[in-house]
């Protein structure tokens, strides 16, 4: 028989970009640098110069279990998905530019060698002046830590459903200077399962399903307002009350906002509901405008304080009775229930579908009746690209409320990711 060869153990490898990596840069950073005007200094890079730009940039691994958090490996898997999708959408504006978080993670490798590497290498002399006068790396990894938060909190609100289970996200920025240089962006993510109550309305038992408010940092609430916003509705001593809804409402949401897909409404029915401010108060109904894609009213959360919690019983849209703008159509054209039901003037999918021009008898119309900018939902739904930027400036806004609510980190510990 032969000897067994002892096997000598092989020495740490040192990092080294993948035959894949370094390609797959250079063809991201030329799109971003063309993106702000800088495609005709593409050519004096070396290619030394672009492996030290790829490793250099950050990489988004893929999503674990927050500690104490049991969450599947497909589900993980499919938030790492929709996160490295969105990764790749333009929605970070950056110089007046839209820009996807990998094109701007480029550029923020090429603005960190050009201020660390490049000083006094002539052939980039002009570039670096040029494109450091425009932009500098600490600010392109702001917008980096901006983006990432945008696309990592649209997916765990996208995915979040009262009926279900919520989500919240806490990331981390991991970084190693000693060989292999390592510069990851980890996301840790928690869920909540969904909480449900049986109450007697209208003398039926009906479930209802707690309303959840997830965010960035771990956090996740239960949504609840003061009893001051509802006025005579409320006669109990409660200074909050928690915030419920029924399926009901759940599937006219669905039925009637019919060409918004599913994670959509999760989505808008979360920012529509986390933080409520005010009511209306129509006709003896409790009304919550519900709001989608740039702030367009589509209908009304109708609400009713059974006990101590505020339940949202159905949806209605915009046209229907009971809501101001459903009983000025019915003033103004005689139109009835059963009409609006027949030609399903109750559905966004007949007012976005309609061939609707500024002259036409259907737009002044709704003008009329003060639903004109329902007309917009047309572009924006039909625009895939449109369609996904409009979440921005919302979730922004939810994410800098969200900081208010917990205690603020450093810089470095909520930066950003790439792959």
């Known amino acids: 028989m ?68 049991q969450i599947t490996s497909s589900r993980l898997q499919l ?94 920025l991991e970084t190693n200077v000693v060989s292999p240089i390592l510069m990851r962006y980890n996301s840790e993510i928690s869920v909540h399962q969904a909480q449900s109550s049986i109450l007697t309305i209208h003398g039926i038992n009906r479930p209802v399903f707690r309303l959840g408010k997830p965010g960035a940092k771990s956090q996740f609430n239960w949504i609840r307002i003061s009893s001051k916003l509802i006025g005579d509705h409320y006669k109990g001593k409660e200074k909050e009350l928690g915030v419920y809804i029924q399926s009901h409402a759940l599937n006219r949401l669905k039925e009637r906002l019919d060409i918004i897909d599913n994670l959509s409404l999760n989505y808008q ?74 030609w399903h003037f109750d559905r966004l999918s007949t007012l976005v579908s309609a061939d609707v021009d500024a002259n036409s008898a259907m737009h002044k119309l709704l003008k009329e009746i003060g639903i004109e900018d329902l007309l917009k939902l047309k572009t924006i739904i039909r625009d895939t690209d449109n369609y996904q930027d409009n979440f921005v400036d919302e979730l922004m806004a939810y994410i800098e409320r969200g900081k208010k609510e917990i205690e603020e980190e450093s810089h470095w510990e909520s930066a950003s990711c790439l792959d």
């Open 269 to 342: 029915l979360i920012v529509s509901t986390y933080n409520i401010k005010a009511f209306e108060f129509y006709k003896g109904y409790l009304l919550l405008p519900f709001l989608t894609y740039h702030n367009v009213k589509v209908g009304y959360l109708v609400a009713n304080v059974i006990g101590d919690k505020l339940v949202f019983r159905t949806f209605l849209f915009v046209t229907h009775s009971s809501t101001p703008e459903g009983d000025k159509l019915k003033k103004i054209t005689g139109l009835q229930k059963s009409d609006i039901k027949y």
């Open 2 to 69: 032969s000897k067994k060869r002892n096997k000598k153990k092989k020495p740490p490898q040192k990092y080294s970009t993948t035959k894949q990596a370094v390609p797959q840069f250079k063809e991201l950073l030329y799109r971003a640098m063309k993106r702000v005007g800088f495609e005709a200094y593409f050519s004096l890079l070396k290619d030394l110069e672009l492996e030290y730009m790829t490793i250099s940039i950050y990489r988004s691994t893929r999503p674990t279990s927050l500690p104490g958090y």
């Open 79 to 172: 938030i790492n998905n929709m996160n490295q999708l969105g990764l790749r959408r333009r929605m970070v504006l950056v110089d007046s530019v839209y820009m996807s978080v990998l094109e701007c993670n480029s550029l923020f490798g090429l603005a960190d060698f050009l201020e660390q590497k490049a000083e006094g290498i002539v052939r980039l002399s002009e570039f670096r002046t040029k494109f450091c006068d425009r932009f500098r790396a600490e600010k392109l990894l702001e917008l980096l830590t901006d983006g990432c938060n945008i696309v990592y909190l649209r997916t765990i609100l996208y995915l979040s459903n009262p009926k279900e289970r919520y989500y919240a996200f806490k990331n981390t």
